[in-house]
């Protein structure tokens, strides 16, 4: 049986404009083009987590809507399991309003609308959290729902890693149950300046973009660090997710940590050679055959 991981996070409908250069407050621009893909940290990890093969569960919200239809459609042709993922009425979809121009400078809108509904858990959440073998959150959804995921995962067993962004403090009680944080090098600074203190039993995974990725173990061992093979960027966009969301399912497998970060950062690297988020996800054997191309030669 394949290795389950069940993800509780966001979904959002991300809209582009493209523009010659960004309005000023009260301006209008004629932009160039306009695109939408599927987006929100909780999906796109998902979608990722699927990739690597993982059998995957989404714990989300949408509105009863066509961009609610649209994303559980996309997730489902990810080979996501969409069973525990609501459908809001009177909700809005999850949506990123993103504003970009030629230099690649943006802005961003995030209206949560659905995502902030996501609570409580019901019953059946509760099970296929139970029957996980790794759970994996953001913080795109009420913190109060990651923390009761987490509890109940911590009560089976399983571990929980927690992707800590959008970077906030974190109570105690949810700190108490998470097995790895996974931050990026801004997210943890922010942990380092936090008042709550990581506990010894919790790892820390920092991920160091081109420079990789550096797991630092619980209670003090030595940090594992390794380097991320070579890309040719195109769109960074999602590297993170990737990243998230593959380290998840290779842990799942029960692969060894440090074997666990070299695949993520496989996956990683592939997916910043492509545009878009979850579009640029690879799947096992191109992540696989970057894993071998880099890594086996060292
Ligand atoms: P993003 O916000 O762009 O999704 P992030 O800030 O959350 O990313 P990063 O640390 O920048 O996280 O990148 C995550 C992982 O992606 C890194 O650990 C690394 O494995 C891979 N990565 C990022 N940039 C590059 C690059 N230029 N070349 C190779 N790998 C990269």
Redesign the pocket.
Known sequence: DRPRVVVVGSANLDLFAETPRLPRPGETVLGTSVRRAPGGKGLNQAVAAAAFGARTTLIAAVGEDAPGSELLGALRESGVDTGRCRTLPGETTGTAVITVDEEGANHIVVVPGANSSLTPLTGADREAIAQADVVLCQLEIPVETVAEAAAEARRHGVPVLLNV?PARDLPPELLDSVSVLIV???EAEHLRRGRAGIPPGTAVLT????D??ELAGADGETPVRVA????E?VD????????AGTFAAATAERLPPAEALRI??AA??V??ERPGASASVPARGETDQRYRAFYRRR
Not at 207 to 210: A, E
Not at 228 to 231: D, Q, R
Not at 237 to 243: K, R, V
């Open positions: 962004s990026n090098e801004h991920t160091l973009g081109p990789g990725a991320a093979p070579p890309a960027p960074t966009t999602g590297a993170g997710d990737t990243f993520a950062c990683a690297s997916s910043v």
